[in-house]
């Protein structure tokens, strides 16, 4: 079925957190992503593209560089593109026309399942890695690598400990002395909203932080679960060279998936373009499955090399 009307654009003043949110619990891909309490932390000012009566909706993240206003995709917000209910055909390429009306750049990433097809845009293929949550833990670790199981056993004779640790700003701080350094586009506003995420979601309940600690209490790594609506997500996580070396972080892991085991949810792996952290989470038995990364540019040179 077809949405009931033609797509319409909503500024931000005009969008109705409530019923936004009430779309997303509606519809057949949701994702806490797309919500207003993410979308209000990652992107204030963000818009819509709405069809219907929420029947299709798609999130516009902008920002501004240059005197331009153009669409970008969060840091901290893996997917997003247009979300739709249960029965109605979603036209992704109809919904990327219309943001490429409003907007002359763009780089985004839709969700797994939107379909991009021949959109006429320059389309990224991305990887994200899923588990399904299906089976009981002893059978979940049968599909555990080799190198998986050697270093949570690994762990397991150095007596690391594991407990919960609800200081967001420790771990954002570990994580920006440590990997952060890796990912220069990431600043110091983005952890200012992260630390915000975390806290909000260890009030409200939707976010679980675990720590891995030395005999001697050291943070050794830190591992954040976010629980979104349909699944478990590897939200966030932070490590020391002294964590790499035990394997604190694949006991972590480990930790989370023997909760969650049996349930008949699908764990998210948050996916990555480094083939290590690719392997480590294949080593898990994760499978692949794609999303795209859309890019749309017309400006002139020599704006149109805008970088995020």
């Known amino acids: 079925m077809k949405p009931s009307s033609e797509i319409r654009y909503l500024a931000s003043g005009l969008i109705d957190r409530e019923e936004w ?136 004779r150095l007596r690391i400990e594991l407990r919960p640790h609800n200081m967001a700003g420790d771990i954002v701080r570990l994580f920006a002395g440590s990997a952060g350094r890796n990912y220069p586009n990431i600043r110091r506003v983005n952890y200012i909203r992260l630390q915000n995420l975390l806290e909000k979601g260890l009030d409200e309940g939707f976010i679980e932080i675990r720590g891995a600690f030395s005999t001697r209490g050291r943070i050794l790594a830190a591992l954040c679960m976010l629980e979104d609506y349909d699944r478990y997500v590897f939200y966030f996580s932070a490590n020391t060279e002294e964590g790499r070396k035990y394997g604190a972080m694949f006991m972590l892991l480990d930790s989370f998936l023997k909760q969650y085991a049996g349930k008949g949810r699908v764990f998210d792996f948050n996916g990555s373009v480094n083939p290590g952290t690719a392997r480590f989470y294949m080593g898990f038995g994760a499978r692949a499955v794609i999303y795209h990364r859309i890019r749309m540019n017309r400006l002139r040179f020599p704006a149109n090399r805008l970088k995020r």
């Open 21 to 156: 949110d009430s779309w997303v619990r509606g519809s057949a891909n949701r994702r806490i992503y797309s919500s207003s309490l993410f979308l209000d932390i990652f992107s204030p000012g963000w818009e819509a593209l709405v069809a219907g009566n929420g029947d299709v909706f798609m999130p516009l993240t902008r920002n501004r560089k240059w005197g331009i206003t153009y669409l970008f995709q969060p840091i901290f917000v893996q997917q997003l593109g247009c979300f739709y209910r249960e029965g109605i055909s979603c036209n992704t390429k109809e919904f990327l026309d219309r943001a490429h009306g409003l907007f002359r750049f763009a780089d985004i990433s839709m969700n797994e399942m939107n379909d991009p097809g021949e959109c006429g845009y320059r389309s990224v293929k991305m990887t994200n890695y899923l588990l399904n949550l299906d089976r009981p833990y002893e059978q979940m670790v049968a599909g555990y690598d080799k190198n998986t199981l050697r270093n949570i056993q690994k762990a397991g």
